[in-house]
Every structure is written in C-alpha cells, then in structure tokens.
C-alpha cells in the first residue's frame, strides 16, 4: 500500500490541545493469517496537532489456502488510533475526512502533563518604598498592594501550592531556597515564578539590595540540574524586564515574559494575564491579553506626562509595558516545562 497523508488533532475532553503525546495508527488486517501493520508513529505538536506521511505497508487482509494455493485477501483500510503518554493509553477508529481526519478526543479520566498536585508557583514582591513620588505610586501602587492578592486569588486554587516571598523574605538566597525545597520534592513537575520587584537594565532588586542579573544567574545555577529542568515560566512586573530574560532563561526557565522598559500599566495588565494563563491560555496568549489590555497605552501616557512634567524626559521616554516574550510561548498552565 503506497503511503497516506495523516493528519489530525488530539485534545482533552475540555477541548484543550494535548501536547506531546505518541499518536500510533494502525492499519487492522482481520481477515485469516493476517498481522495489523503499524504506519504512523509521531508525537503531537503544542497545539495537539500531528501530521506526516505514513510508511508503505503490505497491502492485504490476510491469505486463505484455496487449491490453487495461498491468495492474498484484498486489504480493506480499517485504520486504529493509538494515543499514549507514559502508563496512559487510548484506542478508537481513525477516521480520515480528505487529508484531515476527525479529531481525538480523550476521555475525561485521561489526565493532562502536570496537574495541579504537580505544580507549584513562587512570588516574589518587593516594591516597599516610603518616598514615592505620584508617578512612581502610579507605576508600582497596584503591585506593592495588589499583586499578591490578585495571584492568589487567580491562581490559588490551580496549584498544589502558591509560595509568597514578601518584606524581609523577598531575598535572593531565600528565593534560591525556596526553589530548592519546592524543587526537590519528587512529584512535582513544574515550578513558576510572578517576579515582582523594581528592575533596571540588567539587574533586579531584592530585599537585600540591587542584583546584576549575572549575579543572580550564579546564584541560581547552584541549584541541581534536575530541580531546574522543572522550572517553567516567569512573568516578571520589574521595569526593563526583557533585558533580564535572557538569564532566567539560562538559570533553566522555559519562557519569561517583561517589559521593555519602565513598567506602567500594571494594574490593567496583571490580572488579565493571571486570568489567560488560569484557564489554560497558552503562555504566549495570556502575555499578548496583558499587552491588550490597557486600551489606548493609558497608564503609559498618564505617567510619560507626568514625568514631562517635572522635566525628567529620559524617565518619560523609557516609559514602556510593552511585554516581550522570551522562549517557549505554546507552554500552558498543565505543560510540562521541556
């Protein structure tokens, strides 16, 4: 049998893709003597999506003995799906509509990569300062008073665990520890991380003090490769947050997501972000509804005036929320990090 052209998509029983699972067909030969031929063997993509050409295969049912001697039964395309991932499996009819197929879908007892039992999420927030100026109270009020709740709120019940790390604890070796801790415990799979804190180009503020994200970077490579190989996705509110991403990234974070340059919008931005990703937007698609969603670049132009205003130009022109992501956008709230 000369090879077809699959292709199809496999999702949970909510809808939601199911990344990088196996998708095996086969071809079943019911007739006497005969052997199912497997002819596709290929994992999903991020969106659930697979796709390729089968191999060739023999093209017959099976044989029956007449007296004139063995004859080939004509092959009838009685195609299996197979979806396995790890001890998971799931078998049905395969069938093909033109060169797509109908989709695949799980049955609801199919568990997803990381489930909540499975992951856990660390906050970092350190915003305290007693000598905000308006415009500074503008760019960090919403995050020095909200943000811990918002998560919390949001994300709470979607984790086995959220970690906050406030005041005193918002510490760069209490972050490697807590990371550590949360990391070696052996069933969870995937760690995130809601950065809040001041930020520069290059480097972030701790509670004890201004760190060079290359110090950073040391800090955290010290934690073991397996505890890292879990690290998943960092939102980061520090300003200038895309000059960091390149070192998260590096200490083993599978995507980051900050801003361009002096973060102002944080109050529109936050919980539209924590929303997306709650209900299993990818993280690329969660990133661009808090880019979304301060209409018209309010809070952006509200403080460019006011720093106008008081002559500080440089400051208003560094003024920029825009998010960027770094890494692997397509990841979700129930993917595994790598």
Known sequence: MPSLTINGRVSYADLLPAENVRVKIKDLDLGPGGSHDQ??????????????SSTEWQDREGVVDTFLGPVNIPDVLNLQFEVVDGAQ??????????????????????????EKAARDIIQVVHLV?????????LLYGFIEAG???AVSSCLGNDYRQLHLLDGADATLAKLKDKLMQVGSRAAT???DLVFCTHGHTSRVVFADGKKKMEDVLGVLDDIPQSTRNKFRMVFSTACFGNTHADIWQEAGFACVSGSEGIYADSEASLLPFLQSWES???FREAVR???????????????????????????AN??????????NGNLRIYSKPR
């Not at 002819?39 to 390729?52: A, M, P, V």
């Not at 300062?129 to 109270?137: F, G, H, I, L, V």
Request: glycine share 8%; charged share 20%; no cysteine.
């Open 289 to 315: 509804n808090a880019n979304a969603a301060d209409i018209g670049n309010v809070a952006d132009n509200a403080a460019k005036l006011y720093y106008i205003a008081q002559g500080r130009t440089a400051d």
């Open 280 to 282: 299993s937007k990818s």
């Open 189 to 191: 799979k995937a760690i």
């Open 129 to 137: 300062q007693n000598d905000y100026t308006p415009a500074e109270k």
């Open 147 to 149: 943000s811990a709740a």
């Open 318 to 327: 560094d003024i920029n929320s825009n998010r960027i992501i770094s890494g």
């Open 39 to 52: 002819i596709f063997n290929k994992l999903t993509s991020t969106d659930g999506k697979f796709s390729g």
């Open 89 to 114: 499996n799931h078998q049905g009819a395969f069938v093909r509509v033109g060169n797509g197929s109908l989709p695949i879908v799980l049955p609801p007892n199919y568990s997803k990569p990381v």
